[in-house]
């Protein structure tokens, strides 16, 4: 498959980001979602504190590069 997106200069320089981007996106909601997962599996903790979260977040956020 091939698929060609295009862009207008810098009016859509953040979409044109966003799109180079996605795959970063979802492998940070999947070390999340593996994080949360790995939390109920070997710990006693049945809950994540909101700042633990955000937290990780921010980490993993850092570690691809990426701003939201």
Not at 33 to 61: A, G, N, P, V, W
């Amino acid at each position: 498959m091939k698929v060609i997106i295009e862009f207008d200069g810098s009016e859509e320089q953040e979409e044109y980001q966003n799109a180079l981007n996605g795959w970063k996106y979802r492998a940070i909601v999947n070390d999340i979602r593996e994080m949360i997962r790995s939390k109920e599996k070997y710990t006693e903790e049945e809950t994540i504190s909101l700042d633990e979260l955000r937290q990780y977040l921010f980490d993993k956020l850092s570690k691809y590069e990426v701003s939201i």
